[in-house]
């Protein structure tokens, strides 16, 4: 007789457990950046943002925090005015280098 083994339960990848210190940031914002997705951007500054808890995010740029969630979703066409309010939140900023 065999024993049938439980299936494994698998968690969803979550970004933001993972973006504990500065550096990380950097580096997750840096490799996104380089892709060219401006889909893939708002996810990443998301991603920080809950990291970051998204209440204080949000305080820190001057938006509510439903705001925030709504300019940071998939599709959102936020004006660069936000983009540039949340990096400054979350502590990181643009930095442009020839190509």
């Known amino acids: 007789m065999t024993k049938t083994k439980a299936p ?3 968690v969803a990848f979550d970004a933001a457990r993972y973006l504990d210190d500065d550096e ?3 580096e997750y ?3 996104v950046l380089e892709t060219n ?3 893939l951007l ?3 500054l998301s991603d920080v943002a809950r ?3 998204m209440a204080q995010v949000a ?3 001057g938006l509510g925090r439903e705001s925030l969630y709504k300019a940071l979703s998939p599709g959102a066409k936020p004006r660069f005015e936000t983009v540039m309010k949340v990096a400054r939140a979350l502590g990181v900023k ?3 280098q020839p190509v």
């Open 8 to 10: 494994l339960k698998l």
């Open 24 to 26: 990380a940031i950097a």
């Open 29 to 31: 914002m840096t490799a």
């Open 37 to 39: 997705d401006s889909d």
């Open 42 to 44: 708002l996810l990443a």
């Open 51 to 53: 990291a970051k808890g």
């Open 59 to 61: 305080k820190d740029a």
């Open 94 to 96: 643009f930095t442009v």
